[in-house]
């Protein structure tokens, strides 16, 4: 079993719609978790970041991690052409110096 | 502005001959890292570096070199490239205190070997 699993998509949604994009991983050690967002042609950049479990929201992103079921989830409300992209989750052992283990992405497109 | 510069953005190179792919960050950062990203594969470490003169090898090391000699700069060294180093490659670096999982990443290198 790969340390992170990750849907593989790729995903179509109408504008507007709720999206759900999840991550599974088997490590329990893992505490931190992250998303990355990745334009076409464009290096991945920090979208949200969480330690706990539990619920963390900005703006339209809501970040979700349940530590119980090694499951994490990033929810965008009333999703936008702008928010089409390939969306990695991320976690690591520890903060500071702990490699991170990436997802292998899903790219989402929102049809206008 | 806080900047991970990578060049060249585009490459396309033969097999054997000898390529350096520079990458460059004004953020003080100690950790910088390469990463290579494949269809189905997602984004794999190539190398890291936690500070200057200290590297070591991610999942993926074969057929890549690195130096750190100053802070800010962590080239990427294939002293022969082959066609399965065709790839996207991101550098990247992070800030180990506070936040120390937020990476920076490079716009990428588009390197193909043929």
């Known amino acids: 079993q790969k340390e992170v699993e990750q849907d593989p998509g790729p995903l179509s949604v109408p504008e507007g719609a709720i999206v759900s994009l999840n991550c599974t991983y088997s490590?329990?050690?893992?505490?931190?978790f992250m998303w990355y967002r990745q334009y076409s042609r464009k290096g991945p950049e920090l979208l949200m970041y969480?330690?706990?479990?539990g619920n963390k929201e900005d703006g339209r992103f809501t970040a979700q991690v349940d530590k119980s079921s090694k499951y994490i989830s990033l929810f965008i409300r009333d999703s936008q052409p702008s928010d089409s992209a390939t969306y990695l989750c991320a976690m690591s052992i520890t903060g500071a110096n702990s490699k991170l283990t990436f997802g292998k992405g899903i790219t989402l497109s929102v049809r206008p | 502005e806080a900047q991970v510069t990578q060049n060249p953005r585009y490459l396309i190179t033969v097999t054997g001959k000898k390529l350096t792919v520079t990458c460059s960050q004004n953020?003080?950062?100690?950790?910088m890292s390469w990463y290579r990203q494949d269809p189905g594969l997602g984004l794999r470490q190539i190398y890291y570096?936690?500070?200057?003169?200290?590297?070591d090898k991610g999942d993926v090391p074969e057929g890549y070199k690195v130096s750190r000699k100053e802070k800010r700069n962590f080239p990427l060294i294939l002293e022969s490239p082959s066609p399965n180093q065709t790839s996207l490659y991101f550098c990247?670096?992070?800030?180990?205190?506070?936040?120390?999982?937020?990476?920076?990443f490079g716009e990428g290198s588009w390197l193909t070997v043929v």
């Open positions: 969480t330690y706990s479990s």
């Open positions: 570096s936690m500070n200057v003169e200290v590297t």
């Open positions: 953020m003080n950062h100690e950790y």
């Open positions: 490590n329990s050690a893992f505490q931190y």
């Open positions: 990247a670096s992070r800030d180990l205190g506070g936040s120390g999982n937020t990476i920076y």
